[in-house]
């Protein structure tokens, strides 16, 4: 991610939090917008056309926001990118706005590796582990990899918490070699 699309996104985090804006909603919008804008060629051709004066982009996004309903902040952050001519980065900024929004509400990124599929229960009680461990609410995503054997891998933005039994072997293999 560049430097200028991280700026986009603090600029819109911080309006959306002045605002009191509903982070989720805000996104949605953003991603519906960005989606619209991918499968619609004619309407990339148009928008992203630097000789189209801003006026008659404009006249475009506001029937696009008037047919979806559009949270006016969302709409002013879409002209003011498209004024700049930074569309193109669109997906990157919402990308960098995401993170940015889970850090303001303390709401972190987990990947939870297990041996085995986890039902429900298990879910529930490893992700109220892994929120203590995270020093807040987690969003959990989950994968499976039978090589772990049994236990689970837990990765929290860069670091790692391997509570598997084969990283528990790998431990006690070193601890032996060392011996």
Do not use: W
């Amino acid at each position: 991610m560049s430097a200028l699309t991280l700026r986009y996104a603090h600029a819109f985090a911080s309006v959306a939090a002045s605002n009191h804006l509903d982070s989720n909603a805000a996104q949605q919008q953003l991603r519906d917008f960005s989606e619209t804008l991918a499968d619609s060629h004619e309407l990339r051709e148009v928008l992203m056309n630097p000789s189209i004066v801003n006026e008659q982009k404009l006249k475009i996004l506001d029937a696009i926001v008037s047919r979806i309903g559009m949270i006016p902040q969302v709409r002013n952050f879409l002209a003011v990118i498209m004024n700049h001519q930074r569309l193109a980065e669109l997906d990157e900024i919402i990308t960098e706005y995401h993170e940015i929004a889970d850090e303001q509400s303390g709401l972190a990124e987990a990947e939870i590796t297990s041996a085995r599929p986890l039902n429900n229960e298990d879910r529930v009680e490893l992700e109220a582990q892994v929120a203590k461990v995270a020093g807040g609410r987690v969003r959990a995503t989950y994968r499976e990899d039978a090589a772990l054997l049994g236990g689970a891998v837990v990765r929290i933005g860069s670091t790692v918490y391997d509570g598997s039994l084969r990283g528990q072997f790998q431990q006690l293999k070193r601890k032996l070699v060392n011996a």
